[in-house]
């Protein structure tokens, strides 16, 4: 029921995520609901600029201005599968 979920982490990590909830029954379909890495490109690295680049996407979630799946190509945990979905 959650309007945003989100995760941390590299390509790496969020390849091994993915993998992990594959086998505890979690499909494509619901992994495109999981925003990975999380946030809007905003070009920062900075630990302030990750948070405003998260907030800044859980509000364009939040007020409809991004669907799931919609926020960028691979920037969703199905992006991560190591089959490339289903």
């Given amino acids: ?12 990590t969020l390849r091994k995520r993915a993998a992990f909830l594959r086998e505890f029954g979690i499909d494509s379909a619901q992994m495109k609901r999981v925003y990975g890495p999380i946030g809007l490109y905003v070009g920062g690295l900075a630990p302030g600029d990750i948070a405003v680049s998260a907030l800044a996407q859980i509000q364009a979630v939040r007020h409809g201005r991004i669907g799931y799946g919609e926020a960028m190509p691979g920037h969703t945990l199905d992006a991560f599968l190591e089959e490339g979905g289903e």
């Fill in 1 to 12: 029921r959650a309007f945003y979920v989100g995760c941390l982490g590299s390509a790496k």
